[in-house]
Nanobody, 126 residues
Framework: QVQLVESGGGLVQAGGSLRLSCAASGLTVRNYNMAWFRQAPGKEREFVAVIRYRGNNEYYRDSVKGRFTISRDNAKNTVYLQMNSLIIEDTAVYYC???????????????????WGQGTQVTVSS
């Protein structure tokens, strides 16, 4: 049984940092495309970042480039999202997701992801 468990969310002031963790069981993160999505109140879930198992390439949505970094610790079977210079617009529930099949052109499509965590709340205050 696959489980993705996010942690590390919380309340932070604008300009601050948080590191989210996604601990996986039932799958090996180095063999999956591992992504972070987020959903703000009243908005659709959106892609944030992904690290591919083929080539270890990383991709980000434009609004987080240069501020967020996705990484993977194969020994701990965990994926991280380091978030720096947080802004109020980053406030959302952040979800970890895993996929094995998506081609590059579909890597940002949430419908491609088979496994999801329960989410962790990130709130950025002014």
């Amino acid at each position: 049984q696959v489980q993705l468990v996010e942690s590390g969310g919380g309340l932070v002031q604008a300009g601050g940092s948080l590191r989210l963790s996604c601990a996986a069981s039932g799958l090996t993160v180095r063999n999956y495309n591992m992504a972070w999505f987020r959903q703000a109140p009243g908005k659709e879930r959106e892609f944030v970042a992904v690290i591919r198992y083929r080539g270890n390439n990383e991709y980000y949505r434009d609004s987080v480039k240069g501020r967020f970094t996705i990484s993977r610790d194969n020994a701990k079977n965990t994926v991280y999202l380091q978030m720096n210079s947080l802004i109020i617009e980053d406030t959302a529930v952040y979800y970890c997701a895993a996929d094995r099949e998506a081609i590059l052109s579909a890597i940002r499509d949430l419908n491609m992801y088979d496994y999801w965590g329960q989410g962790t709340q990130v709130t950025v205050s002014s």
